[in-house]
């Protein structure tokens, strides 16, 4: 899909000055849709932390079982060894009134058949409780075992995303203060540019600078192929009034979206899979565009790097 979309915003910027509202209009269902899909993945990644709070929760109440059976197991054994000291008193009392009365005997031996009988039982209940404690222990080991995996699992994608972070940041070091950010938050990597590093007012077409700053990113990229690559363009409120080959905030702002996505496309090393360009015209500001500053940090592209989640979902239905 990503591959259709890139060639169709590629053949709209080849013929935009022939471009029909029927494309138009495609393009941006299209990237409606790729928005969904992104939201989807946000949940996806919620829903998958939901889930390890949920098993640490059942873990927790297996813990909470299992040392029930111990006390259960523990006041089976004490009730035990009471029962057998009674028994053993009964003997002795059995074999100094054996020399005295028949009838003495006949009581004791009724009452230590009783007995007899009540600690065959109770070692019958020990027995089962021990086996159902051992299978609460080996369910136990086996979910602890899955939750340790599956933490194991989020924290290397943790540390990467770190690490991913770390060496853009060491990549993109020259462009400091010159409109580029790089950050992480909840679980993903945001590389914002704003745009007087990369475009020239209404224009979508990358200078030189800008194109530098984009090709050492893509060098980074191109190590971590297991990255999904959202590049976004944002606009400030001001409506467009340029080339009348574009229809205003939005389609400029997908424009330039796709621009950076054409030059990192030029990095054979990229898998074009995943890459994905979206315009998100001035509805996404992240400064107020009251002033000229705010209006400038508006004017960005955002890159926005997820880790997949393929492993961690394999976990969880295996669990």
Same mark, same amino acid.
């Given at each position: 899909?990503?591959?259709?979309?890139? %060639?169709?915003?590629?053949?709209?910027?080849?013929? &935009?000055?022939?471009?029909?509202?029927?494309?138009?209009?495609?393009?941006?269902? /299209?990237?409606?849709?790729?928005?969904?899909?992104?939201?989807?993945?946000?949940?996806?990644?919620?829903?998958?932390?939901?889930?390890?709070?949920?098993?640490?929760?059942?873990?927790?109440?297996?813990?909470?079982?299992?040392?029930?059976?111990?006390?259960?197991?523990?006041?089976?054994?004490?009730?035990?060894?009471?029962?057998?000291?009674?028994?053993?008193?009964? /003997?002795?009392?059995?074999?100094?009134?054996?020399?005295?009365?028949?009838?003495?005997?006949?009581?004791?031996?009724?009452?230590?058949?009783?007995?007899?009988a009540q600690l065959e039982a109770k070692e019958q209940a020990l027995a089962a409780e021990n086996a159902r404690?051992?299978?609460?222990? /080996?369910?136990?080991? &086996?979910?602890?075992?899955?939750?340790?995996?599956?933490?194991?699992?989020?924290?290397?994608?943790?540390?990467?995303?770190?690490?991913?972070?770390?060496?853009?940041? /060491?990549? %993109?070091?020259?462009?400091?203060?010159?409109?580029?950010?790089?950050?992480?938050?909840?679980?993903?990597?945001?590389?914002?540019?704003?745009?007087? %590093?990369?475009?020239?007012?209404g224009s979508w077409s990358v200078g030189t600078e800008g194109r530098k700053a984009v090709q050492q990113l893509?060098?980074?990229?191109?190590?971590?192929?297991?990255?999904?690559?959202?590049?976004?363009?944002?606009?400030?409120?001001?409506?467009?009034?340029?080339?009348?080959?574009?229809?205003?905030?939005?389609?400029?702002?997908?424009?330039?979206?796709?621009?950076?996505?054409?030059?990192?496309?030029?990095?054979?090393?990229?898998?074009?899979?995943?890459?994905?360009?979206?315009?998100?015209?001035?509805?996404?500001?992240?400064?107020?565009?009251?002033?000229?500053?705010?209006?400038?940090?508006?004017?960005?592209?955002?890159?926005?790097?997820?880790?997949?989640?393929?492993?961690?979902?394999?976990?969880?239905?295996?669990?």
């Amino acid at each position: 899909m990503i591959k259709k979309i890139s %060639l169709i915003a590629l053949t709209v910027f080849t013929l &935009s000055s022939c471009v029909s509202k029927k494309i138009y209009t495609d393009l941006e269902d /299209k990237y409606a849709n790729l928005k969904k899909e992104n939201r989807r993945l946000t949940d996806d990644l919620e829903s998958l932390t939901s889930d390890k709070t949920k098993l640490t929760n059942d873990l927790s109440s297996l813990q909470s079982a299992y040392d029930e059976a111990v006390k259960e197991r523990d006041q089976l054994r004490s009730d035990y060894a009471a029962t057998k000291t009674n028994l053993d008193n009964l /003997k002795a009392s059995y074999d100094a009134l054996e020399k005295n009365s028949s009838a003495e005997i006949a009581k004791n031996s009724k009452k230590n058949r009783e007995l007899l009988a009540q600690l065959e039982a109770k070692e019958q209940a020990l027995a089962a409780e021990n086996a159902r404690l051992e299978n609460l222990k /080996k369910e136990l080991d &086996s979910r602890s075992k899955r939750v340790a995996e599956l933490e194991s699992v989020i924290a290397t994608k943790d540390a990467n995303m770190r690490a991913l972070k770390d060496a853009i940041s /060491k990549a %993109l070091t020259n462009f400091e203060g010159k409109g580029l950010t790089v950050e992480q938050r909840d679980g993903k990597v945001y590389v914002s540019m704003e745009n007087k %590093l990369l475009f020239k007012s209404g224009s979508w077409s990358v200078g030189t600078e800008g194109r530098k700053a984009v090709q050492q990113l893509g060098n980074v990229l191109a190590e971590n192929p297991d990255i999904a690559i959202l590049i976004e363009g944002h606009t400030d409120d001001v409506p467009y009034k340029g080339s009348a080959q574009l229809s205003g905030n939005w389609d400029l702002s997908t424009k330039r979206a796709t621009a950076i996505v054409n030059i990192l496309r030029e990095n054979v090393s990229i898998n074009p899979e995943n890459l994905t360009a979206a315009g998100r015209g001035e509805y996404a500001p992240i400064a107020s565009n009251d002033t000229a500053e705010g209006k400038a940090k508006n004017r960005r592209i955002e890159v926005i790097l997820t880790p997949k989640l393929d492993e961690i979902s394999k976990l969880l239905n295996d669990i």
